[in-house]
Structures are given as C-alpha cells and as structure tokens.
C-alpha cells in the first residue's frame, strides 16, 4: 500500500516504541503514532513520510487497549510533563524493563545478561521535588478551551506543549509535585498578572516574568520559591516574597533568579535572596544535602533512595576499598557510600557541583571523600590509587570513547554502571565487555508516566 502524508489509515498498534510512541505496521514499514499503546486499534492521520517509517496522530480511537487507564490529569495527551499516563503503571514498569533489555540486545549485543522487573516508584505521583513552569506571553489552548469566553490568552504560565519551545499550557495544576506547590503555583500566577510587568514572549524576547521554579524537601516538608526574571527588581519582586513567606510556615526560601539569556532555561545569571534562607535540606537515608536553586540534585527523592540502596547493594563494600566515582555530580553517590569504602574519589567538570559536594561532606562530617574537578578524559589518567570498585554515572551521552579505555587500563575488579540512557549504556557495555562479565542489570524507576528510565548494571572482572 502507498502511504502518504495526511492520508487517513486504520492501524493496530503493536507494541510502544521509544519515546513513548505506538508501533504499527503498514505492509512491514513501521509507522510510530502518537498517543497510541500496543492493542489499540486508530483511525490515525499520517503526519510524516521518510523512506523507512512514517509518523501518525491519532484522529480516532477506534477500539481502546485493555492497557489503557483514564488517566487523572486534564492536560494528560497535551502536555509535554507526562507521556504514559495512560497506560497503566504496571504496564509502564513492564514496557521500561523491556526497553532496557532490547537495548543491551540490539545495540550491545548483550542477551545474557539478567535484567530484573523495574523497581516501581513509591509515589506514582507528587513524587517531583523540583518543578519549573515557564512564562508566555501566548497561551496554548487546550481544545475544550477553544471559543471560551474572557479566556486570557496573552498570559500563561506552566508546562510546555511537547516538542516545543513556544507552546505554552497555562497549568492550574501538575499531579507530578506535591499538592502545596499548586497553591503556589496559583498565588504566583495571581501575582504576575496583577502586577502590571510584562510576562516573557517566547518568540519576542521582550518581558519581565520568565519561569517559576518550585522546590520541595521530602525529609522537611519545605519550599524554595525560585523566580525567574529578566531583570532585577526590588519593588516588584519583594512583595510578593514577603507575602509567600510569612502567610506559609513551609516556605523557607524565596529567591529571584536574574537572566538575560534568550535560552530557555531557568537558570540566572546572578541570583538574590528575598526572604528566608538561600537553600533548602533534604535528605536520603540517613545524609543531608543543602540544595541552592541551581544545584543539581536528583528529582525524586525516594526514587534516589532506592537507586542507591541498589547501587550500594551491587558495589558489595567491605569498608577497605577505594572507590572512584566517576561523573560524581554533586557528590550524593559518594556521600551514600563512604560508610563502607576507605575512601571515595569523585570525579566531575562542574565547578558549583564539586563545591556542594564538599560542602555536603561538611555537613554531613564526612572525612574520607575527596573530589576532583575537570574533564573525565583529562583527569582519569591522572588519578594514582588503583581503585578497587568504580562507579561510573555518565550524562545521557555515555562516556567519551577515551574514558572507556582509561577504565579498561584501569582494571578495578567491579563497576556499578548507572545510566539514564538504555541506548548509550548498551553501547558502553559493550566495549566493557571486552574484560567484565555483565552479571545483572536493574532498572529503577523515578520517573512514572514519562519514558524515562535509569538502570544499574553490575559488572565484574573477567
Ligand atoms: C547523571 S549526572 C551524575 C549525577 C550524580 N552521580 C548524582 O547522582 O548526583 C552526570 C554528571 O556528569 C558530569 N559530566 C558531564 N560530562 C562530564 C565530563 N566530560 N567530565 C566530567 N564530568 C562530566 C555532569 O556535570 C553531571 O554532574
């Protein structure tokens, strides 16, 4: 059959493909739908043609998977925050192990290693700890919006339509943070419009209220109002903080970010605090991190509990081994294992990370972590001790052809690799491989209703 774009096909969607995209077959080609889960059956609109595949939206949904749940949030198919909330979250745990394992056996060649279940998340939802809602001059309606009388459509602030840099829902509420920061979200929302200064324009450039961002400590119940502007100013911005601050006794910071950038991104260039202290303190097992509005630290906190509960379980210390992390971030890895190595040496490239890393040693009275500050492929080589386990948590990219070799010369008797991205650990794995047997892989999930997935792999010296 000839396919072409804007042509209407009826399909059944095989199985989800990464991405989060259905899979169905039009004479052997592959066509990934949107919106569409394995047992649906569509009337679907093909949107792109390309010589191997064709992409499709669903126009009608002609018979639903018994997979399909009715999912809880009204912007659920609209916004770019979740993707699966439709299918239910035993399914989503099933579909994320899978995609783990097809990745280590297509791309690494790798099939005897032993991937388990996904372990779940404890919260299915309000797990976030860290949300950020950008400003737009140009609200995205959502279609029973469309035609709504005394609808603003000049202000929106909240998530972005998928895919997009200029679509903008005006969100009321996100079911993936904790109740509370809706009623922030909403009071800050009231205030901006209020205020008579100018929302940003996405494609313009031009305005003063940029991005909200929203940061909860699990282990203290407390907030970080965090707000975005292009421009410092005083007037405008501490009323709205002193009114944060003293009517809710979980606020404990209130920060306004400045930036100038065109870049979306909720980061300022310099930074104020407005009320209360600049960081907030939370807490995995039984360490404390002070996070500032900038730090990285990993978005689900009880999600991270359960990574490194694995990650400590895989790496099987004794208390006499030197441990290398490598791509240490912010020193939390370190931080979780020094109970049990001799010492800790992490490595990482970003200055503001290693310097929280040092300081949560401090807080944490922490004297057998150390941490060094550059490129992985420039100080690798440069690193004497011979370590007995290395734990290696590279970005989504994986790590650099270089650094691979440096791990192999190396040759510490075990590695724990952690990896947000199946596809680059399949490929890291296999050029490891050459010296380790891969024993056993667990994904662990922190991030329901997304595609996302993080899995550690234990692997062991041949
Ligand atoms: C996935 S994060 C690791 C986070 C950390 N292990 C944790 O759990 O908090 C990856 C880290 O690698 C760092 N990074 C990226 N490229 C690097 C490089 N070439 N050399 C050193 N560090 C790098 C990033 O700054 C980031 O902190």
Sequence with gaps: MQVKKGQLVELDILDIAFGGRGLARIDGMAVFVDQAIAGDRVLARIVRKKKQYAEARVETLLSPSAD??????????FCGGCKLQFLGYDRQLEFKRRHVAECLAHIGLVSDAVVHPALGSERIFEYRNKMEFSC?????????EMGQEGLDINFALGLHVPGTFDRVLDTQACLLQPEFGNRLLSEVREYMKSSGAPVYGLRSHAGFWRFLMLRHSVARDQWMVNIVTSAPDSAMLQPLADRLFSSHDQVVSVVNNVTASKAAVAFGESEHCLAGSPTIVDAIGPYEFEISANSFFQTNTRGAGRLYE??????DLRGTETVLDLYCGTGSIAICLSDRAARVIGIEMSPSAVADAVRNCERNR????????????????RIDERPEVMIIDPPRVGMHKDVVRQVLAMGPEKI??????????????????????????QPVDMFPHTFHIEAVARLEKI
Excluded: H
Excluded at 310 to 315: D, F, M, N, P, V
Excluded at 366 to 381: A, R
Excluded at 429 to 434: I, N, P, Q, V, Y
């Design 136 to 144: 737009s001059d140009r609200r995205w309606r959502l279609p029973c």
């Design 416 to 441: 724990v690799y952690v990896s947000c991205n199946p596809a680059t650990l399949a490929r890291d794995l296999a050029e490891l491989r050459e010296q380790y047997k891969i024993l056993e892989v």
């Design 366 to 381: 922490i004297s057998n972590c150390t941490f060094v500050l550059g490129d992985m492929k420039d100080c690798l080589p």
């Design 68 to 77: 399909r749940i009715t999912p809880p949030c009204p912007y659920s198919g």
């Design 310 to 315: 694995t990650i400590r379980q895989y790496a």
